[in-house]
């Protein structure tokens, strides 16, 4: 199969096509045939270096795409379902024709692979995060990121759970996060008082997915950490708020397959800002590096 392979660990250019043995499913596993992967920040750091995974690597966090072979224990899917999840190895991912998974949801009718596969990480972590602020019909809730992958899932499931929600994002995001539901609001200098005048009540639990520095802010909103969550900010533990990171033990398909039945019933909506072959994932990446990439990056083998 064709995979874009990473032999040394660096800058963009270290993703390189090359063709590399088709791998077979274990127990409880099965062999999708990937039809979009999403290019996500975390792919980044991986890509050079930062999370020390062994050479050659094949990255790719998060995929959609059919059903190839079904391994030994598996139930519930058949060779030519759609499914969208995420690859079991770091390194056996889904920048490549085909990847191993046990830990996926089926596609329902009427969403495509490139809107499943934007919707993985994102509704995943958006829905974590949220479980732990615990907010209320009738509350209001900022959402930082608000037009990215993880910020539009988690003020979808907000807004879908009866919450009034403060979304802060970049100016020329502001009319997708209106289209979501949420009042907009630009980030930057004086954010506090823009945020105060959008919510003259005031703001019940905040969620970070942007991590650029702004937990400041939301704990001046909230007028302490308490209900402050980031899912984002490595500088948590500095300000004493909770980070909730995601990891293959705490990824809940069930959440992926609610959000793939919003947007199959009309009510979710995806962003797709731009779409690379797979031999340009290094483009991708370089891409994605510079920020407000308009919606979600994909590879498509
Ligand atoms: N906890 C976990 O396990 C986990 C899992 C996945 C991702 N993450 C992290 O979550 C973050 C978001 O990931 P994503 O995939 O949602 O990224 P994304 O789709 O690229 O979205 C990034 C968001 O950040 C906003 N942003 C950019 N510059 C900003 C600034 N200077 N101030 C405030 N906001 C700014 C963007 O707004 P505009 O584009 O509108 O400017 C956009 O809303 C990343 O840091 C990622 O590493 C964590």
Redesign the pocket.
Known sequence: MKASVITSFGGPEVLQEADVPTPGPGRGQVLARVHAAGV???ELTARSGGFGLPAPAIIGFEFAGTVEQVGEGVTGVRVGDRIAGWPDSFVQGAYAEFTLSGNYALIPDGVTFEQAAATV??AD?AARGLALLAPERGETLVV????????SAAVQFARLAGLTVIG???R??LPYVESLGATAVE?GDGLVDRVRDAAPDGVDAALD??????LPALIELRGGTRRVVT??DLDAGRYRVQF???NPGNRRNQFVRTALEHIAAGEWRTRIGRTFPLSQAADAHRF?AA???GG?VLLVP
């Open positions: 996500n920040p975390a990480i994102g972590n930082t990121g608000a037009s990215g992958a993880l910020g802060i994002a970049g020329d995001s980030y997915t942007a991590g650029k520095g702004l899912l984002a909730s990171g995601g994605l920020g407000h990439t979600k």
